[in-house]
């Protein structure tokens, strides 16, 4: 793999910040996308713009064509086994409402919902909605010391036999990875709904939907490479059938009248109005960015880089990591010493050094680990040793301005 002309091909990272090249670190927030993404999509408004699936003239089925690609190509990247499991959304937040919104024909009062300690907000919230428009009670999956999930404390808690286990696959704000087959197994053996959420885990680890075995599994494009605005919903096809809809209206009927509508089958049944056409052509553009990125290599790549970092971190003293394991996928989290994880990131900032800092959306794992929030540098594909090597040094400079 060529580096440099990998890196060449992200056009943000090509800019200075307060006269410093940018070392951009929060690629789990949101990646950096390359010209191939960007073109596709401009190419698409050019060329062929026009709604899908409605019109009998050419842009329109050129447009449809380029959509529903897409679809197929998803298809193959996590290995579903029918194109109609693949929803488009707009992000992951909205594939979990989906979901939660899409059961509540089919959880009751008393019954009860796991969720993982580590969860993002996105994969609590939408849960404790519908907990409270069914009865359903949650129940949070405990952490070990070593923020990985208590598997003695997770079989217990599936002698309950919940109704539904929500897991995240990687951990946003600690960079820590799931065994979710192992996971998954044991909830589908007790008879749940599993989802998992893969929004840390589509941009660096190979997705084979069917061989984790969940029910659902949620990601979003602008975290791999693709546009803002378009997410997934993978659902296994009896169980995403049997979902209903959150939103109503155009493209997801097949028959309207006064008395009554009749609904679309999968996949249009659950994607109403008018798509964010031009994002999904975007996610395609990315998924053919990461398919021709040599896998073995890219992967190999970001684990060393990821524990050089956290060598690095610990090198410098006075810092504590979470959950830091030489498993973990793309993210670090830290904290220097005893000072406020907002003015370490304003710091790094001067530098031009972007590093997030606070509770990244996951509060109430930061109460399990006793903290309000912590900094998290992550990385992906165009990160180099020398972005590495720059925030250390950074770091290290405000390490002496804050503690000497
Ligand atoms: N889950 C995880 C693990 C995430 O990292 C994020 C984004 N930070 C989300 C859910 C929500 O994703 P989005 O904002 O794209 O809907």
């Known amino acids: ?109 008393g019954d ?62 600690l960079g820590t990875l799931n065994p979710v087959n192992n996971l998954v197994a044991k909830a589908k053996a007790t008879g749940a709904i599993t989802l998992v959420d893969g929004a840390q885990a589509i941009a660096h680890l190979e997705i084979d939907v069917q061989a984790i075995g969940c029910d659902f599994y949620v990601f979003s494009g602008h975290k791999m490479y693709g546009p803002t605005g378009i997410g997934v919903l993978y659902g296994r096809f009896d169980i995403l059938d049997k979902l209903e809809p959150m939103m109503t209206g155009g493209e997801m009927i097949k028959a309207v009248s006064f008395d009554v509508t009749e609904f679309n089958i999968l996949p249009n049944r659950l994607e109403a109005g008018t798509p964010p056409i ?68 304003i710091l790094l900032d001067q530098q031009g050094i972007a590093v997030r800092c606070g509770h990244h959306c996951a509060m109430p794992l930061m109460q399990s680990l006793g903290i309000k929030g912590c900094c998290r540098a992550s990385i992906g594909v165009y990160t180099s040793k020398e972005d590495i090597d720059r925030f250390i040094e950074a770091l290290a400079s405000v390490k002496e301005m804050l503690l000497d």
């Open 112 to 173: 009860i919902i796991l969720i993982d300690t580590a969860a993002h907000h996105a994969n609590i919230v939408p849960w404790q909605e519908l907990a409270k428009r069914s009865g359903a009670i949650i129940k949070p999956i405990p952490l070990t010391d070593d923020c990985r999930i208590d598997e003695l404390a997770y079989e217990e808690l599936l002698k309950q036999k919940p109704a539904i286990v929500a897991l995240c696959h990687v951990s946003n704000a």
């Open 278 to 345: 031009a994002e999904v052509i975007g996610l395609g553009a990315a998924i053919d960015f990461i398919l021709a990125l040599p896998k073995a290599e890219t992967a190999q790549r970001e684990q060393t880089l990821l524990a050089y970092l956290q060598n690095q971190l610990t090198g410098l003293g006075d810092i504590h990591l979470y959950g830091a394991n030489k498993n973990n996928i793309g993210a670090v989290a830290f904290n220097l010493a005893s000072e406020h994880h907002q003015d370490v990131g």
């Open 1 to 109: 793999m060529d580096f440099p002309q990998l890196r060449a091909q992200f056009p943000t990272l090509e800019q200075t910040l307060e006269g410093y090249p940018l070392c951009y670190l929060d690629t789990a927030a949101t990646s950096q996308k390359p010209n191939r993404v960007i073109d596709a999509m401009t190419q698409y408004y050019h060329n062929n713009n026009a709604n899908v699936h409605r019109a009998a003239h050419q842009l329109s089925s050129r447009a449809t064509s380029q959509y529903e690609a897409v679809r197929d190509q998803l298809k193959g990247f996590i290995k579903a086994s029918r194109r109609e499991e693949i929803i488009f959304t707009h992000g992951t937040t909205e594939s979990i409402n989906m979901v939660t919104h899409g059961l509540i024909n089919q959880i009751q009062s």
